[in-house]
């Protein structure tokens, strides 16, 4: 068994104190296998938060066979694998179609956050989705007409680059993340925190292009959302896929959401 260490920088939130749900899946996964290319056909690194991700916090990694297991301390953060994937991805919706939604995003919501009461957003310093992040992503997803999906105009930047000039694997898991619980949000459900996420990138995505996010639900299991999201790029080649289990609370539960394995 080898140990080592991964620390996830405070701009990488997602709720005021916790790393990014997506974020922290996309580095947890590279972890496990350095590239998705070197995933078997039709499957994906499979991530599960156990528990909050601390922030500027050397965490440990404990490896075993071809899984892995993070920890701060004696508390379990997350486990990671290779597992199939199945998902049927609904057809790419166009960029101008997104960014006339964008205004209808919970992203621009007045004291929708259960954290903050005097903030923008749903999630307003979040790095995927957040408007009060200072340098975040801007996914800013919001319902589609007549459709159950949510799509998000997404301008990559330059910047972001990786040595490759591509957006960076875990930017691009990011990305993945939020859209599937605003496809909830959309139907009037507000659902817990992520507990899993399965996510594939079948191309890389050039910085600086424009991308669209989809998200859209799948079913739900007692307390659990199950729903998907991808990301397709200025051509329309969809680039990355991902499902997603959002963990809800019955009323008058408290404490963490856990996901049954």
Same mark, same amino acid.
């Given at each position: 068994?080898?140990?080592?260490?991964?620390?996830?920088?405070?701009?990488?939130?997602?709720?005021?104190?916790?790393?990014?749900?997506?974020?922290?899946?996309?580095?947890?996964?590279? *972890?496990?296998?350095?590239?998705?290319?070197?995933?078997?056909?039709?499957?994906?690194?499979?991530?599960?938060?156990?528990?909050?991700?601390? *922030?500027?916090?050397?965490?440990?990694?404990?490896?075993?066979?071809?899984?892995?297991?993070?920890?701060?301390?004696?508390? *379990?953060?997350?486990?990671?694998?290779?597992?199939?994937?199945?998902?049927?991805?609904?057809?790419? /919706?166009?960029?101008?179609?997104?960014?006339?939604?964008?205004?209808?995003?919970?992203?621009?919501?007045?004291?929708?956050?259960?954290?903050?009461?005097?903030?923008?957003?749903?999630? /307003?310093?979040?790095?995927?989705?957040?408007?009060?992040?200072?340098?975040?992503?801007?996914?800013?997803?919001?319902?589609?007409?007549?459709?159950?999906?949510?799509?998000?105009?997404?301008?990559?930047?330059?910047?972001?680059?990786?040595?490759?000039?591509?957006?960076?694997?875990?930017?691009?898991?990011?990305?993945?993340?939020?859209?599937?619980?605003?496809?909830?949000?959309?139907?009037?459900?507000?659902?817990?925190?992520?507990?899993?996420?399965?996510?594939?990138?079948?191309?890389?995505?050039?910085?600086?292009?424009?991308?669209?996010?989809?998200?859209?639900?799948?079913?739900?299991?007692?307390?659990?959302?199950?729903?998907?999201?991808?990301?397709?790029?200025?051509?329309?080649?969809?680039?990355?896929?991902?499902?997603?289990?959002?963990?809800?609370?019955?009323?008058?539960?408290?404490?963490?959401?856990?996901?049954?394995?």
């Amino acid at each position: 068994m080898q140990f080592e260490t991964i620390t996830i920088a405070e701009r990488f939130r997602g709720p005021p104190r916790s790393g990014n749900g997506g974020y922290v899946c996309g580095a947890f996964s590279e *972890l496990l296998t350095p590239n998705d290319a070197a995933l078997p056909e039709r499957h994906a690194a499979e991530v599960t938060l156990r528990s909050p991700v601390p *922030l500027d916090t050397p965490l440990k990694v404990m490896r075993e066979h071809e899984a892995l297991t993070v920890h701060h301390g004696d508390v *379990l953060i997350a486990e990671a694998r290779l597992a199939p994937l199945e998902l049927a991805v609904p057809p790419m /919706p166009s960029y101008e179609a997104a960014e006339q939604v964008r205004s209808l995003s919970p992203s621009f919501a007045r004291n929708a956050s259960r954290w903050f009461h005097d903030k923008i957003g749903f999630h /307003p310093v979040c790095f995927c989705c957040g408007v009060e992040h200072e340098d975040g992503l801007h996914v800013y997803a919001a319902p589609l007409p007549h459709t159950e999906i949510v799509a998000a105009a997404w301008p990559t930047e330059n910047r972001w680059a990786d040595s490759s000039g591509n957006v960076p694997a875990r930017f691009v898991w990011t990305a993945l993340d939020c859209p599937g619980q605003y496809a909830f949000y959309a139907g009037g459900i507000r659902t817990g925190m992520l507990g899993r996420l399965a996510a594939r990138i079948e191309h890389p995505i050039k910085a600086g292009g424009r991308c669209v996010v989809t998200g859209w639900r799948l079913h739900v299991e007692g307390r659990r959302h199950f729903a998907g999201t991808a990301v397709f790029d200025q051509s329309g080649r969809l680039c990355a896929y991902a499902k997603a289990i959002w963990v809800g609370r019955r009323d008058g539960e408290t404490g963490a959401a856990v996901v049954a394995s």
